[in-house]
């Protein structure tokens, strides 16, 4: 089972993700989410567990308890929200087609 796990504090590594739940079972996988630009963390990330049992205990264990100074969400991790959105990238700024933005332009006001 995948596990979300917010409202991490900024000094936490991955290490340390698996560390705090390696006593509920087995930890697939502990990632820590970072920014790709300033490689700082986001402060969430995502756990992996052997079994939904192990899991489940972890998130019962976990979710609220006190980390390095903060109280931490951990939850079941739920697919993204949106349908087809393909992943991360390059997001348009706007949608206004493009181009000069100071009034028109356009084929209509040429002729």
Do not use: H
């Not at 006593?23 to 992996?48: H, L, M, Q």
């Amino acid at each position: 089972m995948n596990i979300y796990v917010g409202n991490l504090s900024w000094n936490l590594k991955d290490q340390d993700l698996q560390n705090l739940f390696a006593p509920y079972g087995e930890v697939t996988s502990a990632k820590i989410v970072s920014d790709k630009f300033t490689n700082r963390s986001k402060g969430f990330g995502f756990v992996e567990m052997a079994t939904d049992e192990e899991a489940k205990a972890a998130i019962e264990a976990l979710n609220g308890t006190e980390v390095d100074g903060r109280n931490i969400v951990v939850n079941e991790s739920r697919p993204k929200e949106g349908g087809n959105s393909g992943g991360g990238g390059y997001k348009k700024r706007s949608s206004s087609g493009g181009g000069y933005k100071g009034g028109g332009g356009g084929y209509r006001d040429r002729y």
